[in-house]
C-alpha cells in the first residue's frame, strides 16, 4: 500500500512520534512524504521515505499528482487548523482528490491511528483491485 504523510510545521514533532509508534506497520509500506516531514521520519525512524519536494517548494502539487494518477492509496496529513500553512491552497487539492477519488486522509492524530489500524487489519485491501 502506497501511503502519503505530510504534516504542518507544528505537526512535524507528532508525526515523527507517530511514524515510531507505528513504524512496525509502516515498515510493511511505501512511504510518500513532503520533503522536511519525509526526512524528519527517516531521521526518526530508519523508515524508508520516497521524500517530494518540500511543501513551499510543490510538494503538496506533487502529492495530488500521485494521488489523480491512483498512485497513493492512502494519506495522512497532520494539520494545524488553528495555524494554517501560507501554501494550503496546495493541500486542499489533496483533500479535494482523496475525496473525489475515494483515498481514505487523516487530517489528525485520532484518524490517523484509525487510519493505520486499517490498514494493518487489511481493511483498505480493495485499494489494490481498484488499482
Known sequence: MNIGLVAH???KELMQNFCIAYKNILAKHELFATGTTGKLIEDATDLSIHKL???HLGGGRQMSVQIECNQIDAVIYLRDPVKPSGHEMDY????QLCDI???PLATNLATAEILI???NRGDLDWRNAYK
Open 9 to 11: 510545521d507544528s505537526k
Open 117 to 119: 489500524m486499517a490498514i
Open 92 to 95: 486542499a487539492r489533496v483533500y
Open 53 to 55: 519536494l518540500p511543501g
Open 101 to 103: 477519488n475515494n483515498i
